[in-house]
């Protein structure tokens, strides 16, 4: 079901300077900031050869990164992204198999203008997962 990594996001309080590091320290092509209220996140992407880095902070009162970043004030690894061939049947496949689709299980349109949908962490290993339409 699974193919390319899209992207591995990483939580952030502030997202001018984890952008700093990416961009000065590490050396990697950054883009601008763009906020996306419907996700509730202002994100920066990093280019990578093989992938990106999806660099989130949170936007608005209700943000789904909130409670990360309380719990792991520094930021960290929140999310991974696979792409996959047709979201829907993929949501059917893995809802079959008792997996937790979040939200009320439609996709919405991602950073990418895709349609996105998050799988629950508990269910995949301790890890958020995100599926991308490719
Ligand atoms: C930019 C747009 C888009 C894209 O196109 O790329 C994005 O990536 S948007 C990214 C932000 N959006 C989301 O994360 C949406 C999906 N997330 C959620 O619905 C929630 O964040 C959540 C996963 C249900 C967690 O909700 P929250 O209220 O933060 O915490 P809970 O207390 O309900 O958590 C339950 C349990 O899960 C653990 N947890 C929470 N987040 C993560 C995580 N990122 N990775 C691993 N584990 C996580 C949390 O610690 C709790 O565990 P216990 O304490 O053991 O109960
Ligand atoms: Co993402």
């Given at each position: 079901m699974i193919g390319r990594l899209n992207h591995v996001a990483i939580a952030v309080k502030?997202?001018?300077?984890?952008?700093?590091?990416?961009?000065?320290?590490?050396?990697?092509?950054v883009s601008e900031p763009h906020a996306i209220p419907e996700h509730g996140v202002t994100v920066v992407f990093v280019e990578l050869p093989n992938t990106k880095i999806e660099l989130l902070q949170p936007l608005g009162e209700a943000s789904p990164i909130a409670a990360f970043?309380?719990?792991?004030?520094?930021?960290?690894?929140?999310?991974?992204?696979?792409?996959?061939?047709?979201?829907?049947?993929?949501?059917?496949q893995l809802k079959a198999a008792g997996a937790r689709v979040l939200g009320n299980g439609d996709p919405k349109i991602g950073a990418h203008?895709?349609?996105?949908?998050f799988l629950h962490p508990k269910d995949f290993l301790g890890t958020l997962t995100e599926l991308e339409q490719a």
């Open positions: 502030d997202l001018a300077a984890a952008t700093a590091v990416y961009r000065d320290t590490l050396g990697g092509k970043l309380e719990k792991n004030p520094a930021g960290g690894v929140h999310h991974v992204c696979y792409e996959v061939a047709d979201i829907i049947a993929a949501r059917d203008g895709k349609p996105v949908l």
